[in-house]
Structure formats: structure tokens, C-alpha cells
T-cell receptor, first 110, second 115 residues
Framework: QKEVEQNSGPLSVPEGAIASLNCTYS??????FFWYRQYSGKSPELIMS????GDKEDGRFTAQLNKASQYVSLLIRDSQPSDSATYLC??????????FGAGTRLTVKP | DAGVTQSPTHLIKTRGQQVTLRCSPK?????VSWYQQALGQGPQFIFQ???????QRGNFPDRFSGHQFPNYSSELNVNALLLGDSALYLC???FGLGGATDTQYFGPGTRLTVL
């Protein structure tokens, strides 16, 4: 069973703080992981992808992958009100079979 | 660089009807995946098309079918609509098949409401 689990939140952080979003997966066959941001009523927008253990940084975003513990996280530094959205974690498998978590709703308060 | 496009934006149907949704992949992409996203849930994988064939399929009934054309565009057909089919239908495109590292880019989606 390929499952991706996320805390549905809502997660609320003050502006300028670090937001930490977590995701666990059950299938060790996952080879790649993706974080998407989805604003209400819109389609998911890719933020980052990560394939290897460790950290990957892109601007204010850092993705962390730990395959031994089967978790993926996303850190958002200097959170802004415009970061308020639902964040979707997805695990990718062979042949682009991608499974999503239910998403974590983040609110950044001014 | 044209992104993924979908049509129509919104659609209202009644139970038992049939619907066709359309998707054009991002320029340079040849693989199209379809997802259903119910309110408050993550996208659920329906199926994926590559080289005009269905390559992967999620846990959806045969009422859901699709097609991919030589220009890589794709259609999703749903027959005998049920109230539970009301959702946002997302198309995602990527390049190639056979590796788990191909990033998928989503279109704006089609909001289907079944009354």
C-alpha cells in the first residue's frame, strides 16, 4: 500500500517565523518526493523535489529527506502571509506513479 | 513556454450523464496523468498516458476512461456520473516514462459538479 501521511493542520505561524511541515510514507519503494503548494481553488504548484537523503535548499524553502525513517519535511523560513496555503507532499514511484498526502493547511499571520 | 492547459474550467452535469475533459501538456512533455481531487483531500491518481496508451491506473472504476492523441493531448471521459464524482479534475504533464524522477506540472483543473 502506497500511503503518504500528513498532519492536516491547520498550522499557524507568525510572519517571519519558520514553518515546519512534515510528511511520512509507508512504501520504501518511493524514489522521489515532491512538495506542492495549493492556494484555495487553484491547482498544485511545484515548490521542490528531493531524491536523496539530506537537505535541499531553494531560497526560503528547505526540503529534508530521511529514507531510513521514511519522512520528508519542508521548512519555510521568514514565512510571509502569501505563504498561506495548503502544502501537499507526494511520493513518486516507478513510471511516475505519484501518491499525495491530504495536505497541511498553513496560515501565516501578519 | 506554454504550460499545461485544461478545458473547460467549470462543468455542471446531472447524475447518469457522461462528461469529457481535455488537457494539453506543457511544451516538450509527452506524458499526461489525470487526478481527482475531492474537497479537502489530496489529488488521487486516476491514470497515466504515454505513447497513446494507458500505462498506469489508480483505483478507479471502468467508468473512468481516457485517450491520448498523437500531439500528446489527452481526454478524460467519465460515464454514468455519480454525485461522488464531483471534484476538481487535474491534469499533470511530464516528460518520459520509466523513472520516478520526472516532475509533474499541473494544469489549472476542471471543476466538475454533478447534481
Amino acid at each position: 500500500q502506497k500511503e503518504v501521511e500528513q498532519n492536516s493542520g491547520p498550522l499557524s505561524v507568525p510572519e517571519g517565523a519558520i514553518a515546519s511541515l512534515n510528511c511520512t510514507y509507508s512504501d520504501r519503494g518511493s524514489q522521489s518526493f515532491f512538495w506542492y503548494r495549493q492556494y484555495s481553488g487553484k491547482s498544485p504548484e511545484l515548490i521542490m523535489s528531493i531524491y536523496s537523503n539530506g537537505d535541499k535548499e531553494d531560497g526560503r524553502f528547505t526540503a529534508q529527506l530521511n529514507k531510513a525513517s521514511q519522512y520528508v519535511s519542508l521548512l519555510i523560513r521568514d514565512s510571509q502571509p502569501s505563504d498561506s496555503a495548503t502544502y501537499l507532499c507526494a511520493g513518486g514511484y516507478n513510471n511516475n506513479d505519484m501518491r499525495f498526502g491530504a495536505g497541511t493547511r498553513l496560515t501565516v499571520k501578519p | 513556454d506554454a504550460g499545461v492547459t485544461q478545458s473547460p474550467t467549470h462543468l455542471i452535469k446531472t447524475r447518469g450523464q457522461q462528461v469529457t475533459l481535455r488537457c494539453s501538456p506543457k511544451s516538450g512533455h509527452d506524458t499526461v496523468s489525470w487526478y481527482q481531487q475531492a474537497l479537502g483531500q489530496g489529488p488521487q491518481f486516476i491514470f497515466q498516458y504515454y505513447e497513446e496508451e494507458e500505462r498506469q491506473r489508480g483505483n478507479f472504476p471502468d467508468r473512468f476512461s481516457g485517450h491520448q492523441f498523437p500531439n500528446y493531448s489527452s481526454e478524460l471521459n467519465v460515464n454514468a456520473l455519480l454525485l461522488g464524482d464531483s471534484a476538481l479534475y487535474l491534469c499533470a504533464s511530464s516528460f518520459g516514462l520509466g523513472g520516478a524522477t520526472d516532475t509533474q506540472y499541473f494544469g489549472p483543473g476542471t471543476r466538475l459538479t454533478v447534481l
